[in-house]
């Protein structure tokens, strides 16, 4: 009973549109960080293209772009290439390498 009087009340109510909410600009969010240009999964010919970045290889893996298996590996990002590196590329090298390639803008 009374939910047929509550629906008779409203329907006797007159219909108006809904008021909108006054709209206010959402709080700016900070910027989140951008991503390294450059990463350990980067290919290593794509890092040997950037003069910055062939710097950081030439600094942190001395070397490895002049190898006599340059052409097969260059394909490789060095993160690919370090189970095969003989433990050359060990965790705390490619992180250096990691830390120099973020510098990079």
Avoid: H, R
Avoid at 63 to 70: A, D, K, T, V
Avoid at 81 to 87: A, H
């Amino acid at each position: 009973m009374m939910i047929m009087f509550l629906a008779l009340a409203a329907a006797a109510l007159p219909q108006t549109a809904p008021q909108a909410l006054p709209q206010t600009a959402p709080a700016a969010s900070p910027a989140p960080a951008a991503a390294p240009k450059y990463t350990l999964d980067t290919p290593i010919e794509t890092l040997a293209a950037n003069e910055a970045a062939k710097a950081v290889l030439n600094a942190d893996l001395p070397g490895l772009l002049e190898i006599p298996q340059y052409e097969m590996i260059k394909g490789l990002s060095l993160t690919q290439l370090q189970p095969y590196s003989g433990g050359k590329l060990t965790d705390e090298l490619l992180a250096k390498t990691a830390a120099d390639l973020a510098k990079i803008p």
